[in-house]
């Protein structure tokens, strides 16, 4: 038998558990009030904004789920990325990605094309007048012209412009211009000698962009070239899209300032300072989509100090033929030999 004691203690506790319990629902009942509130709010706010969307946009239609969203932004990623590449494909055009071809209108009207053989761009500089009438003289017919309608090759002097634009340096050359018409001039190029490889990137460059020939070459001013083997050489080769023709060499790297032929990059040719297999400076030739790839890529072309050694390095990663032909040896002269320095 419990005492009185113990009875007012149990009815204590079950007092309190009831005032407890019924906090506790109404907590309860408060919060679910408040998400409640919060959850037709934030309905409220979706239905809200999804009618100014209608409303604005004029569609009538309930706002787009998130999948068709992605789906409109990956749209819009493509779209940025087509008018990219139409962009890239307007300035490769402009650069010389389409061949610009040469035409001759035919008796009936229609507009032909017609390649060249070649181009030959003779590299001379300021001072050296002597040199270019020499070469005119020996090799370089005064009838350009005809010699580009019988035999398809273009002979021109190559030469930028002088440091101090406009000086006696230029008005000799555009003197001298006016009475042969046998000169390229560079006007976006200045004449210095640590210039010489940008100056052979530009003629190729410019030369594929003006004329449409099977074959490019690059001479030197100080070089007699052969041109009725030349033209048959090069006939040897017109099945042949990538070639790089000329008398292949190697040789040293020379990392001393103070030496004559100072490679300032010496050191990205390996510890053996050996330059890779490339075509001597005097004379060499490129086909015409070797030379379309100069144009287009001249603004990434790297160049070194010598101007062989830097067109050699811009094949080395393509898909050319390397031709070591000893016909373009100019160094020494022999029977059948397209060149010989003098």
């Not at 580009?148 to 440091?163: H, L």
């Not at 890779?276 to 990434?300: D, L």
Request: with cysteine; hydrophobic share 40%; glycine share 6%.
């Amino acid at each position: 038998m419990q005492s009185r004691g113990s009875s007012n203690r149990l009815s204590g506790l079950a007092f309190r558990s009831r005032i407890w319990a019924l906090m506790l629902s109404m907590f309860a009942t408060m919060a679910a009030i408040y998400v409640a509130g919060r959850l037709w709010q934030d309905a409220q706010s979706r239905v809200f904004l999804i009618k100014e969307l209608d409303r604005i946009t004029g569609q009538g239609q309930s706002a787009i789920s998130v999948d068709d969203t992605l789906k409109v932004i990956a749209c819009r990623e493509q779209q940025k990325k087509l008018s990219a590449l139409e962009m890239e494909l307007a300035a490769a055009k402009q650069e010389g990605f389409v061949s610009k071809h040469l035409t001759k209108t035919n008796t009936d009207g229609t507009a032909s094309r017609k390649r060249l053989l070649a181009v030959i761009g003779i590299l001379t500089r300021f001072g050296r007048k002597n040199n270019r009438d020499a070469v005119r003289k020996a090799w370089m017919s005064s009838a350009l012209k005809k010699l580009e309608d019988d035999k398809g090759i273009i002979i021109r002097f190559v030469i930028g412009r002088s440091p101090n634009r406009g000086d006696s340096s230029d008005k000799d050359i555009d003197n001298e211009n006016r009475q042969t018409n046998d000169f390229m001039i560079l006007e976006n190029h200045v004449e210095a000698p640590e210039e010489n490889s940008k100056k052979t990137k530009l003629f190729f460059a410019h030369a594929a962009d003006t004329w449409d020939a099977e074959f490019y070459a690059k001479v030197n001013d100080d070089v007699y070239v052969n041109i009725d083997a030349l033209g048959s050489m090069l006939g040897a080769y017109l099945d042949k899209p990538r070639v790089y023709i000329g008398c292949m060499k190697s040789g040293e790297v020379f990392s001393e300032p103070t030496h004559k032929w100072y490679e300032p990059d010496w050191w990205k040719f390996g510890d053996g300072k050996s330059y890779f297999r490339h075509a001597s400076g005097e004379m060499f030739v490129i086909s015409q989509a070797v030379a379309q790839f100069i144009s287009i890529n001249r603004a990434i072309l790297r160049t070194y100090a010598h101007d062989d050694v830097s067109v050699g390095s811009w094949f080395i990663g393509l898909d050319v033929k390397h031709i070591d032909e000893a016909k373009f040896c100019c160094s020494s002269w022999s029977s059948g030999a397209i060149c010989a320095a003098v």
